[in-house]
């Protein structure tokens, strides 16, 4: 899937790594997955952006040296500045009056404009 987008003129892959929020937002991708997929972008020269909610899975993005995160409705107060410690893009993509798992401050100083992240893959 990463060498297909790439060849398609993609430069960033989004996976959803947990479930939709609605849905509890639980880990969906195993672990393998998640590091295959932003290993093989890295590889490849793109970014791993992935949709996530939880802290745990968060954490095992770090490890799998993805480039960014979206939601993360129900990160710890830490993970936000692990995440910004280790150069990974935080797009909490959603208002700044819904973050209510994260401190105000923290979600003001880390929240990045959504054009950073949005990918350009472009229509075959
Ligand atoms: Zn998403």
Redesign the pocket.
């Known amino acids: 899937m990463v060498r297909q987008t790439k060849a398609e003129g993609g430069d960033v892959i ?1 996976i ?1 790594a947990t479930a939709s929020i609605r849905d509890g937002g639980k880990q969906t991708m195993t672990d393998e997955q998640i590091a295959a997929v932003c290993g093989e972008a890295k590889a490849q020269g793109m970014r791993a952006v992935v ?1 996530l909610y939880p802290a745990d899975t968060a954490r095992k993005v770090i490890l799998a040296v993805c480039t960014g995160v ?2 993360g409705t129900f990160l710890d107060d830490a993970t936000p500045q692990l995440m910004h410690d280790c150069g990974i893009v935080f797009d909490p ?1 959603y208002p700044v009056s819904d973050c209510p798992t994260v401190e105000i401050p923290a979600c003001l100083s880390i929240r990045r404009p959504k054009t950073e992240i949005l990918t350009t893959r472009k229509t075959p």
């Open positions: 989004k959803f949709h979206e939601h993509n």
